[in-house]
């Protein structure tokens, strides 16, 4: 009766017949582990709504990578305009039918190629923006965090500065003078951004800096860099890739809003936010004209969020999560 609750499997797939044990010398059984990263992946893939948010993430994925092919298979380019069939004896966009599925904007394009199109500006803006915010404030952290003394100060100093400006009057000063573009505005956010990265990567460093495998990499002669970059550096990665996951919603709808505000691409580039603002004196009369680029950017931003949030739970189901709320916070 021991014998067969010692081996009886508990827990999911606990109906399926368990491996046995791979016997090792005196007569003891071998116990295989696994990573922190197996771990986290394993619960990410039991939560059902990371899992349907993932799968939203690929299809907006998707859909800005085959948006040549949404605009041949409707016939209607991003920025072709239709005068006679996309507008109203009035002037007035034409609603969703079967020649414009989500209908035509203000000057007869076709809603849905230029949201497919849009997907792109929001998504490239997104993931290389968050590649530049957290790249700078992961560098800036680590050497703040580890190097300590004057340089902690004068960084933690200046994460101060940067945590304290007025994010859209500097974006506005900045695109006044430079002039708008994606290069501009994948700067100005990245710039803005990476000092929430820094402060936790910094917190975890400074926990991290005096521990046993430092020590022992330092009676090796590894210099400071190598320490830094090939012995801390992947023990801080968990929270900065929680932090990550749950940035690029953030720079997304930050986008947008620059975008609304005049502040990003120039038109005719289609981009969520623009349509949304050309939108705004048509939403009485014409509701498919903001609806469906808000419902875009709505739900992919919604998918990132609840995406971000599985991961966070895989890396820390028991729910200490005091580093990534200060970083959201921020």
Known sequence: MSTDRATRPTGPGAGEPAAPPEEVPGGRRRIEGRSPW???WQRLRRDRVAMVSLAVIVLVVLLAVFAPVVAALTGHGPDQQFRQDGLSPDGL??????????????????????????????LLVGVVATALTVVIGVVVGLVAGFVGGFVDTLLARLVDIVLSMPFLLVAIALVSITGAGLGVTIVVIGSFSWASVARIVRGQVISLREREF????????????????VDVLPNVLAPVIVYTSLLIPIVILTEASLSFLGLGLPPPTPDWGGMIDEAT??????????????????????AFNLFGDGVRDAFDPRGDRGATVVGGAS
Not at 93 to 121: C, E, Q, S
Not at 215 to 226: F, I, K, N, Q, Y
Not at 284 to 298: I, K
């Open 93 to 122: 966009p034409v609603g969703p039918n079967g020649t414009f599925w989500f209908g035509t904007d203000d000057l007869g394009r076709d809603i849905l190629v230029r949201i497919a199109y849009g997907a792109r500006i929001s």
């Open 214 to 229: 430092v020590e022992a990499a330092r009676s090796l002669g590894a210099g400071d860099v190598r320490i830094m970059f």
């Open 281 to 302: 004196t048509y939403y009485t009369t014409s509701w498919w004209f903001v609806f469906f680029p808000g419902l875009a950017l709505l739900v992919t931003t919604l």
């Open 38 to 40: 197996a771990l986290a």
